[in-house]
């Protein structure tokens, strides 16, 4: 779980530029100007001195070392995000870059009889925060080019045993050269989920309730739960909602952490209506009411099918072009395109959003009834169940294990029931039946009482057997004796018929 923010850390009192700072490398870095600040740390420009340059291509971060999420964010860098991994997964997958923004060096330096903590990184542009101040909504193919950019992002740092945490707009950055690029920034509340393929296990923890941004945080954080893979992608979805349409709909009740969490609820356990009817009109939510569906539907554990996320959003695979962010009919940061192919591309796609919002309405009714069954048997108490389960996130497969092992005993009766031993009404089956019915199905690796080894059990079974048989053998019997004395009677009287006439 991120750790929350902590009111006795401080911003650093700002180091002077010009000021000469030495990573871990040996490398030396001039302080340019201070460009900004966010949580407990600043920002200059920065230089490396053996290559001066007019034009800053890199920045340093700068926090009081014991200061937390600077060190969370270094962590996260060493561990994951190195520059040769990052490059051998945009050849791996195929992709014209990755959204993380490239670690340069870190170390120490005082100032002032304090120690800082610093780490240089590649510089970027304007943050969607500032975007979205000045423009209030992003165009539609904005919204789902951003959403597959993250996707990307997101796959590559859960693969490798990070989440991000904090997804939102002053998080995601444009490129400085290219703002047709988005970075994932600030990864000062990333967290790592699954350490050495171990994953954490679902706990709720009412301390650490309502933890994250109020707006875009998920479920889980507003339970307390240590975050996975399947919060980043729930704030995703969030966070293109809120870039689609404005607003959200817990927005005026962020002051109460309780409201917030209800209404994200009632707007999964609603979908995709919930969504469709909030878009803004003249545009369509289909693609991110799918999208937040299917988020919904993962397990606490389970890794995402990321390619069939980013097809909910690009169902045509068409190739990206530049980023627009439009307002009253002027952009921002953006070239606008040219090419007539860009133009019928983007109609195409939309006549396939719509044809996507049109199939999600028809299937309304099924949409809900697999809610109510999921919601039936998220609410199922674990107590009930046959088999031992550790947590709430297991309830599901307690039920599939219950009804294979009815199915499993109906399998039994019905071979006892075909057998020949049933054809006596004294048979071993109906002696065992009431033991069938009242098996300890806690142990399911148990064997059933008939294949035990039970000697005096066994003995009553052979005897009621044994009696059968012999009293099928007496009657044959009995039926033979009386026909060999019909024939022996009528051989005699012949012996006498003949004796008298001769």
């Not at 060190?71 to 993380?100: P, T, V």
């Not at 005026?252 to 999964?268: C, E, M, S």
Request: net charge positive.
């Amino acid at each position: 779980m991120p750790p929350k923010r902590n009111d006795k850390y401080k911003l650093p009192i700002p180091l002077p530029e010009g000021q000469v700072l030495n990573d871990t490398e040996g490398k030396r870095w001039m302080l340019g100007k201070m460009i900004g600040s966010g949580g407990f740390g600043l920002v200059y420009l920065a230089f490396p001195t053996n290559k001066p340059d007019e034009d800053a291509k890199h920045v340093i971060k700068v926090e009081y070392q014991e200061n937390g999420p600077l060190f969370s964010e270094l962590k996260f860098y060493q561990r994951a995000a190195k520059k040769d991994w990052i490059q051998r997964w945009i050849a791996l997958k195929h992709l014209d870059y990755l959204g993380i923004p490239q670690f340069c060096g870190s170390g120490l330096t005082t100032y002032n009889g304090r120690s800082y903590r610093f780490m240089v990184m590649e510089r970027l542009g304007i943050d969607l925060q500032k975007i979205s101040d000045q423009n209030g909504t992003f165009k539609k193919s904005t919204v789902l080019q951003l959403g597959v950019r993250m996707l990307d992002v997101l796959e590559y740092i859960h693969e490798n045993e990070y989440i991000h945490g904090d997804i939102k707009a002053a998080n995601l950055l444009l490129g400085y050269k290219n703002p047709d690029q988005v970075y994932l920034a600030d990864y000062g509340l990333s967290y790592r989920y699954c350490p050495n393929g171990n994953h954490k296990q679902y706990q709720e923890n009412p301390r650490k309730s309502h933890n994250g941004t109020m707006e875009f945080t998920s479920l889980d954080a507003h339970k307390g739960v240590a975050l996975s893979r399947r919060s980043d992608l729930e704030i995703l979805g969030y966070c293109m909602l809120r870039w689609l349409c404005g607003k959200l709909p817990w927005e005026r009740d962020l002051k109460d952490p309780v409201a917030v969490q209800t209404a994200k609820t009632n707007l999964l356990d609603e979908l995709p209506e919930s969504v469709l009817k909030w878009a803004p009109s003249g545009s369509s939510c289909c693609e991110i009411a799918q999208y937040l569906e299917c988020t919904y539907s993962l397990g606490y554990d389970e890794k995402p099918n990321y390619e069939k996320l980013k097809k909910i959003l690009n169902p045509g695979g068409i190739p990206f072009g530049p980023l627009e962010f439009s307002t009253r009919g002027h952009s921002v940061n953006v070239r606008t395109p040219n090419n007539q192919n860009v133009d019928s591309q983007r109609k195409a796609v939309t006549k396939q959003f719509n044809q996507m919002r049109n199939r999600l309405t028809e299937k309304t009714a099924p949409h809900a009834e697999a809610r109510a069954t999921r919601r039936q048997v998220a609410r199922e108490e674990v107590p009930s169940c046959p088999f031992p389960v550790s947590n709430q996130e297991t309830a599901q497969e307690c039920i599939r294990r219950r009804q294979k092992y009815e199915a499993y005993l109906k399998e039994v009766k019905s071979f006892l029931q075909k057998s020949n031993c049933t054809q006596s009404p004294h048979s071993f089956y109906k002696y065992y039946q009431h033991d069938f019915s009242s098996a300890d199905i806690n142990n399911e690796s148990r064997s059933p009482h008939w294949y035990t080894d039970d000697t005096s059990t066994a003995g009553v079974g052979a005897t009621e057997l044994d009696s059968s048989s012999q009293f099928t053998c007496s009657e044959e019997t009995k039926t033979g004796v009386y026909s060999y004395s019909l024939l022996l009677l009528f051989l005699l009287m012949l012996i006498f018929l003949a004796l008298y006439f001769l």
